[in-house]
């Protein structure tokens, strides 16, 4: 699974104010949606440690009469600079295109067995088919519109994961698997020194 930083998104959250780290959990876990999950308490400490070290907020320390002290962290005008340059790039994919579903589908392919393959592509179709239902379940309950945008995002995504099965059942079951047969006709005929050296 790939990790997201998350540290632009708690710029932005604290650009409406300063913040404690349980209510900006809180925040962030209202503003992204149910789709994100739950985020660690810990690790957006860590975040907040290394914004504090990067100068990108500071925090000052409150006194509470029975709970320890609350730390309120702010973004610094360093921080508004970064969180500007970071709104206006263009997001490139996190992954690149390397992504378990496309290794599964060539490990498949590379084996010349069209049973495999079919078994492969009805489980990455019905594994997708259930997470489209429930982002368009979230999605139609979603109050927020931001975060119905969000979810929109993510069963485009899926939509886009199933259009791939699709295409890989056309293109390697066709003609009665004769693309498989010719792949692993391929595969056989490089010499095993050849293979192992690649």
Request: aromatic residues 4%; charged residues 25%.
């Amino acid at each position: 699974m790939i990790r997201v930083p998350i540290q632009h998104a708690v710029l932005a959250l604290l650009s409406g104010g300063p913040n404690h780290g349980y209510q900006l959990k809180a925040d962030f876990e209202a503003t992204v949606g149910p789709q994100w999950g739950p985020l660690n308490i810990g690790h957006l400490y860590q975040i907040l440690e290394r914004l504090s070290r990067d100068a990108l907020v500071s925090s000052k320390r409150h006194a509470q009469l029975v709970k320890p002290d609350r730390v309120v962290y702010s973004i610094t005008a360093a921080g508004r600079v970064e969180l500007v340059r970071w709104l206006s790039e263009a997001s490139p994919r996190s992954g690149g295109f390397r992504d378990d579903l496309f290794l599964k589908v060539t490990a498949a392919a590379r084996s010349g067995s069209a049973d495999l393959v079919r078994q492969v592509l009805a489980a990455q179709r019905a594994h997708r088919l259930r997470e489209l239902r429930n982002l368009n379940d979230l999605c139609r309950k979603a109050d927020d519109p931001v975060v119905g945008l969000l979810l929109s995002a993510a069963a485009r995504h899926v939509e886009a994961d199933l259009a791939f099965v699709e295409d890989a059942e056309a293109a390697l079951l066709a003609d009665g698997g004769a693309v498989l047969r010719s792949l692993h006709v391929q595969r056989e005929s490089v010499p095993v020194d050849d293979r192992e050296a690649s």
